[in-house]
């Protein structure tokens, strides 16, 4: 069973950068779409980054261009690449993943099926 450990939360200023690890253990990450969410106090969640098995890589328009998603399959790890910080990015960021036939899909939305349990970033103004 795919167990997700989230790290790298931390307080920041605004204009600052962030790299948020995940670390997998339990099976190989290989067979798993990856991604990464948010939720904010007061907020649903939303998702901030998704790789595909292949690589492929989808961002929302709310952080295209200053988040980058990374994915070592041999460390099975995850990672977030978060720059250019700003206020509105404060939230607790979890990992998660679900299990994929095809390399190249993606699932749509939020259906992950395996999750961290979080790693706070804060972003001071």
């Known amino acids: 069973q795919l167990q997700l450990l989230e790290s790298g939360g931390d307080l920041v200023q605004a204009g600052g950068s962030l790299r948020l690890s995940c670390r997998a253990s339990?099976?190989?990450?290989?067979?798993?779409?990856m991604a990464w969410f948010r939720q904010a106090v007061g907020k649903e969640c939303e998702l901030v980054a998704a790789?595909?098995?292949?690589?492929?890589?989808v961002y929302p328009d709310a952080v295209k261009g200053r988040f980058a998603i990374a994915r070592e399959n041999s460390k099975s790890m995850v990672f977030l690449q978060m720059n250019r910080l700003t206020t509105e990015d404060t939230a607790t960021y979890f990992c998660?993943?679900?299990?994929?036939?095809?390399?190249?899909?993606?699932?749509?939305?939020?259906?992950?099926?395996?999750w961290g349990r979080g790693t706070q970033v804060t972003v001071s103004s």
């Open positions: 339990g099976r190989s990450i290989k067979w798993y779409a």
């Open positions: 998660a993943a679900r299990w994929m036939v095809t390399t190249s899909d993606l699932p749509s939305g939020s259906v992950y099926d395996i």
């Open positions: 790789i595909s098995r292949d690589g492929g890589a």
